[in-house]
């Protein structure tokens, strides 16, 4: 399967990156480039799993996509909007990354390599992550007392081969049920036990009742609509009872895997005593503090904007009372951002088990747009003013949690590019380089050190990065997730409503936008540039970007050093050697300075 083209690169002259030209460290100091082992080339070999099977605790998504995927062809569909879309609900969420979370390559790497440095703790990694990434076959392993591990362990020759996920074929339960990802029957079983929204009920804390001995057509699948329902297909055909609940449709129902807190251990891998849980991604609670939150100004659930209501009445299914038309319906498009995990996983299908018509495409370009309204940007001032343009530029947070939210590889960066009467560039501040890094980044060479947050920038190698930076028990920055005790830097952008100065520690500003930065809260920040020019440039032209990287160059340097021991690792470092594009423009703005 092969991808449109898309070159993203404003800039493609080589740049050396030296360690001294970084902004440095708020709290290390640089040491040594990494130097990475030579890369072998691996590749996946992932089964194509089987989407259509039935037991006594879930269904594949096949049994829900042949009723709510729209299959007639030319004037005999009917599962479309008034602009002739297509709103299949199997259809559209197949090429999200909820459908392909346990197939993601990078997840697959990092448990690879979470495993490797905490072997003794594999179990409880095994556990974890395959509980909001593999939740079907985590529930069932949890159930039969036979947990899932993610990776075989033992061998045939000693006799105690225990086969691992990843290595299991389409004939494994297991398998069929792990790389279904987070399906329709995992997110429309868990019931409102009173739990949703609270600490019990996240890090995967979510509840699917048992019908295991009963009549599993009895099981409940709960929707948001409570009228015209059509029980008898629903049971006959998928052996679930359609049930209304309006929990389904509550931030509170995607809090139990988008808060989720890990238990920190040292680098002998000893649980941190004292250290509480460390909270490896806050959005709801990041949600919650905002002006989006329910009762606030901006109210609007996690489901109102990724998965937006379609405008008009439409059939949400090809048979049955689902043909009936219904209002508010809910598009099962699972919106996001990472375009560049969805590239690679279009690029290298085959190898990862997923059949060729998934349509990735059609899902990148709605998370472009998505995207793009991201957030805003502003010129507030640009003079010059003895030989220096003083450039201002504001930036605007429009989502409902931190920007970038979740996984602490993600992170922002403000492109800057300024160019003469001519048309010659004098000064580049944040290009983005062909293999991912960003010039002028201190973590780029050297995965140790990072950036620190700007409220002034008077060099080009100073740059302004919005991300969150782990730190361990020793205070040292570390990408080990379960290594991580508590942030050293997180200047992400922050939430409308979100009053840095009152919010918990779990989702609190760190470092020097905590404390030395007075406009940088709120949902906004403000970047002032002091940039030399010429006289004789005159008028000079300006180009402000915002851009987005799911995947931060510093953070996979760190991760590929293993690449040489650990397979898994050496995979993902294939698939991402591969990229034609590694970040999204998410808005830019145009000025000029005379």
Known sequence: MQLLSRQLISAVLPVLLLVGCGGGSEDTDPAEPISLPGARGL???????TYNFEDDHFSGSAACGDCHNDNATGDARTMLDNDGRDLSLERAWRSSMMANAARDPYWKAVVASELALYPQHAAEINDTCTRC??????????????????FDTGSEEQGNLVKGIMSMTDADTPFNHAMDGVSCTVCHQIADDGNLGTEAGMTGGFLIEDYTGGDVAERPAYGQYAEDIDVGYMKNLAKFSPVFSAHISTSETCATCHNLKSEPFDTEGVPVPNAGHFPEQMVYSEWEASAYATGKSLETTCQGCHMPVVESAVPIASVGAGGVVRENFAEHTFLGANTVMQSMLA??????????????????????????GAAELTIQNSNINNGILNL??????????KLPSGY????????????????????????INNDGSIAGVIEDVNSHSYERHYDVIT??????????????????????LLNGTHYLKDNRLTPAGFNKKQVDDDIAVKGFAATQDSNFNFGEDVVSYKIPVEAGGRPYNILVELLYQPLSYGHLQALFASSDEIDAVDEFRTLYDSLEFTYETITGVVGQAQ
């Open 408 to 431: 602490h590889s993600r992170r922002v960066v403000m492109h800057v590019l300024v160019s003469d009467k001519d048309g010659k560039t004098i000064y580049e501040n944040g290009r």
């Open 459 to 480: 060099d080009a190698n100073q740059v302004q990065v919005y991300q969150s930076i782990m730190g361990n028990s020793d205070n040292e920055q570390t990408h080990s």
């Open 133 to 150: 990434h593999a939740p079907m076959a985590n529930e069932v392993g949890r159930r039969t007392g036979q947990p899932i591990q993610v």
């Open 392 to 401: 201002d530029v504001k930036v605007v947070n429009n989502t409902g949690h």
């Open 43 to 49: 590749v996946p070999a992932l089964a194509v799993s």
């Open 347 to 372: 690029e290298w299908n085959e190898e990862l088990g997923i059949p060729d018509d998934v349509n990735f495409e059609e899902s990148i370009l709605r998370n472009r747009q998505f995207l793009s």
